[in-house]
């Protein structure tokens, strides 16, 4: 049974900071390719960033500089830490692996 659980999610002002979490059930993280993505109201979802089983990571042009993608494989938890948070960050920031799991999501409100 595979579970993932996204958390750390919440309201912050412009220039702010979050960092999510995603933990797993069922899986090793560590084995596969995890990815972060968000939904912004109104809007697709969209890839945010992936890490691979070997760490190497990707970002979205519209993070880059400002979000860090990492794993703890002690605890088959991967990060998402967000800095310098703008407006349009806003959305429901979901976790996914091998292309058919998702966890439920974690609101991130970026709002003065």
């Known amino acids: 049974q595979v579970q993932l659980e996204e958390s750390g999610g919440g309201l912050v002002q412009p220039g702010g900071s979050l960092r999510l979490s995603c933990a797993a059930s069922?899986?090793?993280?560590?084995?596969?390719?995890v990815a972060w993505y968000r939904q912004g109201p109104g809007k697709q979802r969209e890839l945010v960033a992936h890490?691979?089983?070997?760490?190497?990571?990707t970002y979205a042009d519209s993070v880059k500089g400002r979000f860090t993608i990492s794993s703890d494989n002690a605890k088959n938890t991967v990060y998402l830490q967000m800095n310098s948070l703008k407006p349009e960050d806003t959305a429901v920031y979901y976790c996914?692996?091998?292309?058919?799991?998702w966890g439920k999501g974690t609101l991130v409100t970026v709002s003065s």
């Open positions: 996914n692996t091998l292309g058919e799991y």
């Open positions: 069922g899986i090793i993280f560590s084995l596969h390719p």
């Open positions: 890490i691979t089983f070997i760490g190497t990571p």
